[in-house]
């Protein structure tokens, strides 16, 4: 792969980001009908349940994916040893929330809680017999079936839901939103690859050194994997003490609103990095030896995406009582104060998001760890002393955490990385002043902005405003972002790269090179 890494690289984000596009628009349309159809309570029931599916689902993979992209050798045997030790782990998970099921619903006070769980076990079950397929899809870059499969089980996942919540299944639509994605992307992910677990005929009469090498090759993985999954657990109650204190002490209706505010307030940033991740993560190990190349494949990838992520996440916060109401209807225009307080620390978040592709791609998963444990703390501690003013106290801590860590997350992960900290302002500096500058204008033009209560009685009101200030918000925010210094040689680069991406979805981009590919590839 490294004969055509640039290409297979923009190949693989072209492919991510046509999907997730069009994954966006699924997800939008099912999100915006389930909160029309779903009470703030049927959300909170789900949300209690999800404590404990998200917290397993958080290290579901236990990391093996990504130790089997970052190795540079990968042989069969260390392959088939990660697969017999993820089915194991898998199902020690599934047990836990067996056991832990019942304990979450007395914690809640909420006893429905605990059927929805065990249900919802059986899925993470599913994921666990793809873990190796997946890795090897990531590893060979193979990234448009994986989006394939992800698109599938998202339909999937929305019809059911859909479906069940017409027929006034509550909270249970919920649930089997996450059955049928769960089941699908597992099946799809097994079908597509094409490795299957068989034991070697040679294995009994593999020699002492060949047996040594898979051994030191597996271990390797596993410990890779390990610490990322430590680093996940200490980091699944950095970012998640805010709803399990919100479910405890104010009970579903407050954690559905707190929950939806959350899960839209932070969409952009899944929307952009997480489906990016794998993609930088297998193209950035690849490089690892040559510092020079690794930092500009790092610069160039993420300047594009804090050039398009920044501004739509001020101008959430900015129009947040109109995004609402357009997005979830007028039952939820409580939750417009909270959507506001996350947008602003989804925001502060996303500056420092990058630095998991450093720990990845460089295998510093052990600094991630004791990173993660450091952010969580603070995390812990700024959510706890909002709690006392309720939702909007608790939000108010989150967003100052988000933000309080910025700085020092850049600085702990270039300690000892192929990067320094001021690689970073190349790629953040110039669209947080752009769209700052952008919002101060649009305050200036609809000073209404600055209230959290809509100034529209409609939805097709609402709409009709968004439509109106977006564009001219985006055009603030273009013509500031140009003219800064530097901004037309930086716009020369982000439209080369959209050119590459543009010509790597319609398929031009690598066409000479497709007859030398193997036929796998090339399938």
């Given at each position: ?38 009470t703030p309570a049927d ?357 100052i955490a988000s933000w ?70 985006v055009a603030a925010y ?46």
């Open positions: 792969m490294l004969d055509d890494l640039q290409g297979r690289s923009v190949r693989s984000g072209a492919v991510r980001l046509l999907a997730q596009g069009f994954q966006t628009i699924v997800a939008v349309g099912t999100g915006a009908a389930l909160a029309r159809l779903l959300f909170g029931v789900y949300a209690m349940a999800f404590t404990l599916i998200g917290f397993v689902s958080w290290f579901r993979d236990f990391g093996l994916p990504l130790a089997l992209t970052q190795r540079d050798v990968l042989t069969d045997s260390a392959a088939r040893a990660i697969f017999v030790t993820g089915i194991k782990l898998t199902g020690g998970l599934v047990l836990f929330i067996v056991l832990m099921a019942p304990v979450v619903a007395a914690f809640y006070d909420e006893p429905r809680v605990r059927l929805a769980a065990l249900i919802m076990s059986t899925g993470v079950l599913a994921l666990g017999f793809a873990i190796v397929p997946e890795g090897l899809l990531i590893r060979r870059m193979r990234f448009g079936a994986l989006a394939t499969i992800e698109t599938a089980s998202g339909l999937a996942g929305m019809a059911v839901a859909v479906v069940a919540a017409l027929n006034g299944a509550g909270y249970w639509a919920l649930v089997c939103q996450f059955m049928a994605l769960t089941l699908v992307k597992s099946a799809g992910v097994c079908f597509v690859s094409d490795w299957r677990f068989r034991r070697s005929k040679t294995d009994a009469h593999t020699s002492p050194a060949s047996a040594a090498e898979a051994a030191s090759s597996s271990g390797a993985m596993f410990r890779y994997g390990r610490d990322l999954t430590a680093a996940r657990i200490v980091r699944y109650f950095g970012v998640n003490a805010d709803r399990i204190l919100i479910g405890r002490f104010h009970g579903s209706a407050a954690l559905g609103l707190y929950d939806n505010a959350l899960r839209w307030s932070r969409y952009p940033l899944r929307q952009v990095f997480m489906p990016l991740q794998t993609v930088f993560v297998s193209t950035l190990s690849r490089v690892a030896g040559n510092p020079a190349r690794y930092r500009n494949a790092f610069q160039k990838g993420t300047l594009p995406i804090y050039t398009v992520l920044v501004p739509m996440l001020v101008y959430l916060l900015l129009d947040a009582p109109a995004v609402v109401l357009v997005l979830l209807g007028d039952q939820w225009l409580d939750a417009v104060p909270l959507f506001r307080l996350l947008s602003l620390a989804a925001l502060g978040q996303s500056l420092r998001r990058a630095t998991d592709w450093l720990y990845l791609s460089e295998g510093r998963t052990d600094s991630q760890l004791r990173w993660n444990g450091i952010a969580a703390g603070v995390q812990i501690a700024c959510v706890v002393i909002g709690l006392r003013w309720g939702s909007v106290g608790v939000a108010a801590g989150f967003a309080l860590l910025v700085v020092p997350d850049i600085l702990y992960c270039t300690r000892g990385s192929l990067l320094s900290a001021r690689d970073f302002l190349p790629m953040t500096w110039r669209p947080l002043i752009a769209a700052s500058v952008g919002g101060v204008l649009a305050l200036l033009v609809w000073p209404e902005l600055l209230s959290n209560s809509p100034t529209v009685a409609s939805e097709g009101a609402a709409l009709r405003g968004v439509l109106q200030r977006l564009p001219a918000f273009t013509v500031v972002w140009v003219g800064l210094p530097g901004g037309r040689a930086a716009l020369r680069d982000v439209l080369a790269l959209a050119s590459l991406l543009g010509a790597a979805s319609s398929g031009r981009q690598g066409r000479d090179r497709r007859e030398d590919q193997p036929e796998s590839d090339r399938t």
